[in-house]
């Protein structure tokens, strides 16, 4: 068994988190800018065993698609050309950054750290994992 692996694509940069091999823990691994994504990624599925991936979908309080979606379709697209024989899965990603940005702040990190935009990211997209994780077990 591999592990799954969680991207939060924003408009600069994506969160990145990871199951262990169990497929039972989130962790979040790394921040990375849009631009360097995919080879991360290469560098990252040569290194580690990885059966799916999960893309948060943005959904505003309307139930409305975030613009960013059109930048995730075609990263999707380019995704499934370069790594066609792992598993693409979409999760609603609503309040994760809030919820990132709450667990932060009652983490005990710094102001200057509990600021940083790439840590929002990388917790962003374990909630994510951690929550697709969750529901496959109902």
Known sequence: MGQILAIDYGKARCGI???DDMQIIASGLETVENRSLMEF???YFRENKVDEVVIGLPIDLKGNVSEVETDILKFIEAFKKEFSDIAVHRFDERFTSKMASF??????KSKKKRQEKGLIDKVSATIILQNFLEQRLR
Request: proline share 0%.
């Open 17 to 19: 988190a990871v199951t």
């Open 103 to 108: 667990f932060i702040s009652q983490s005990g």
């Open 41 to 43: 990624l290469k560098k």
